[in-house]
């Protein structure tokens, strides 16, 4: 198909009456070019204003680099204040996705005790109950684990766009570590994952080759696109990359010909986040971490479910009522157990199993007890290990799903229905049933947490964005307005700025910028 028939195929421009039409605007108040001078119909002539103006270079306008500089000051403009916007969904979208991984927790133990009484009334096994409850769970597991990565691979896939638009020189990697690097970089290409559930989903954030991180110890490091290495965020570097963010630079008009300093843009950010791999590879570390603690809990499901399902003893609205779940924590066999039971009521658990000391009442030496703490009022704040702490000092309530020591057949002390001194059943001399859930009520010491310096709890608080209304009006204005002067700019460039075209009548710009459009475009002279 030759030029002339694909333009005429595109059909009629609106460049006479907007580009050619506006009112002292950047064209310098052209008027409406009449095309039947030129000896050709308006409907042979397509592209906007820019596509039609930037060819002014043939009656002696600017040169065809000054329009391209133009050009590509607005395109980095769009870009830059687009991220912007992009990072006020992004912050909402985080908050959504921590929020499904706090949430599906209760849907897959749902389902999970529901899957364990179904195998009970149905004469199945405890293997075939534990297979079924594992699959719930990572059923409902991977139902979160795929929308995250969607999500990042949307977002992957807009920042590779940017890539292939504008070059890596004004886009900025940042590593973990706090290093930064302006170097080139491989491409970004597809992964595939396989899901909690077994299915496979092929996403954006494979690591292309190529591209060093200046400052990082042991030479070139590959920079990581892929958040499903979230091993990197828990080991560092040790598997020879680490995960990174990806920014786009501010436009400064000095690499820019066609732009000044009063072209500057009246935004603070010095550079804006485009592709956070660091906070997806995060939320995958979060899920992962949350779906082993689930994992975790199925054999204590099973022995709390299946039997007294396959007895006839609860029907299913009783197995996941608050009744069972509280006779649950009186017959546990071990720690896990009675945690469960609390997590399932709302408790919030502590994420490091904790092995702590209470005094005897005889005064003779202290008990030494393993298991889960759950602090009601912990607002994110954390016990330390290797201190002694009071509970009666500390808000909220502080509970302990222990196991019991060998000869301890019942923790009598310490809690609210008996007396607020830590005692224990000095005089038993057999082995208890295994796990109990108490109050503390006085002195506690925490001796280990696994390894932790402090034993933090998980977060009953829903996961929300805090930008306000007035910050998001206010990016949108700045928005606004960088865009509008960047297109500004494209178009006094585009039309001479008081080169070749200045010293014309109204009448004479409009025919000659029309005449010298078409001939670029080869409709007069084909």
């Given amino acids: 198909m030759g030029r002339r028939t694909f333009v005429k195929g595109l059909g009629a421009s609106a460049i006479g009456a907007a580009a050619l039409g506006y009112d002292d605007g950047p064209v310098g108040g052209a008027q409406a070019f009449d095309w039947q001078k030129a000896g050709v119909a308006a409907t042979t002539v397509v592209g906007g204003p820019v596509a039609l103006l930037a060819y002014g270079a043939s009656l002696g306008g600017p040169d065809d680099s000054e329009v391209a500089s133009a050009l590509d000051w607005q395109s980095h403009v769009h870009e830059f204040t687009r991220a912007r916007e992009d990072q006020l969904l992004l912050e909402q979208t985080l908050s959504s996705l921590e929020r499904d991984i706090q949430l599906v927790e209760n849907k897959a133990r749902e389902q999970a005790i529901f899957n364990i009484y179904e195998q009970g009334v149905d004469s199945g096994t405890e293997a075939d109950a534990t297979a079924a409850a594992e699959k719930a769970i990572n059923d409902a597991y991977a139902t979160v684990q795929k929308s995250i990565l969607q999500t990042y691979s949307i977002r992957a896939a807009r920042y590779k766009t940017m890539m292939n638009n504008l070059g890596t020189e004004i886009l900025l990697g940042e590593s973990t570590l706090g290093d930064y690097s302006t170097e080139p970089y491989g491409p970004i290409e597809t992964a595939s994952t396989t899901l909690y559930d077994g299915t496979t989903i092929d996403h954006q954030g494979g690591n292309g080759s190529g591209g060093g991180q200046d400052g990082v110890s042991g030479g070139d490091t590959a920079l990581i696109f892929d958040p499903t290495r979230w091993t990197t965020l828990a080991d560092g570097v040790s598997d020879g990359g680490t995960v990174d963010k990806f920014y786009i630079n501010k436009p400064d008009p000095a690499n820019y010909s066609s732009a000044d300093s009063s072209d500057a843009l009246d935004i603070s950010e010095s550079k804006v986040l485009c592709l956070d791999v660091y906070r997806f590879a995060q939320l995958l570390l979060d899920l992962e971490t949350a779906h082993s603690n689930m994992m975790g809990e199925v054999s204590a499901m099973v022995s709390s479910y299946f039997q007294p399902a396959k007895n006839g003893e609860i029907d299913l609205y009783e197995a996941v ?87 301890v057949d019942s923790i009598s002390g310490n809690t609210t229905d008996t007396n607020t001194t830590n005692t224990t059943d000095t005089g038993s001399t057999t082995e208890g049933p295994g796990a109990e859930i108490v109050e503390l009520t006085d002195e506690f010491t925490i001796v280990s947490a696994e390894g932790a310096d402090g034993v933090s709890f998980n977060d009953r608080t829903l996961a929300s964005s805090d930008l306000t209304n007035e910050e998001i009006v206010q990016i949108y204005k700045e928005n606004h307005t960088a865009n509008k002067e960047a297109t500004e700019n494209v178009h006094e460039t585009a039309t001479g700025g008081g080169g070749g075209l200045s010293g014309m009548s109204t009448t004479e710009k409009a025919i000659a910028v029309g005449v010298a459009a078409l001939v670029a475009l080869g409709i007069l002279n084909n």
Avoid at 324 to 345: F, I, S, V
């Fill in 321 to 407: 009522g608050p009744q069972h779940l509280a006779n649950t924590a009186e017959t546990a066999k071990d720690y896990q157990e009675a945690a469960m039971a609390l997590r399932a009521m709302g408790y919030p658990m502590s994420k490091q199993v904790v092995t702590f000391t209470l005094p005897k009442a005889s005064g003779d030496g202290d008990l030494e007890l393993t298991g889960r703490l759950s602090w009601t009022a912990h607002s994110g704040n954390t016990l330390d290990v290797g201190q002694t702490h009071n509970a009666a000092n500390i808000p909220g309530s502080i509970f302990a799903a222990v196991n019991l020591p060998e000869g």
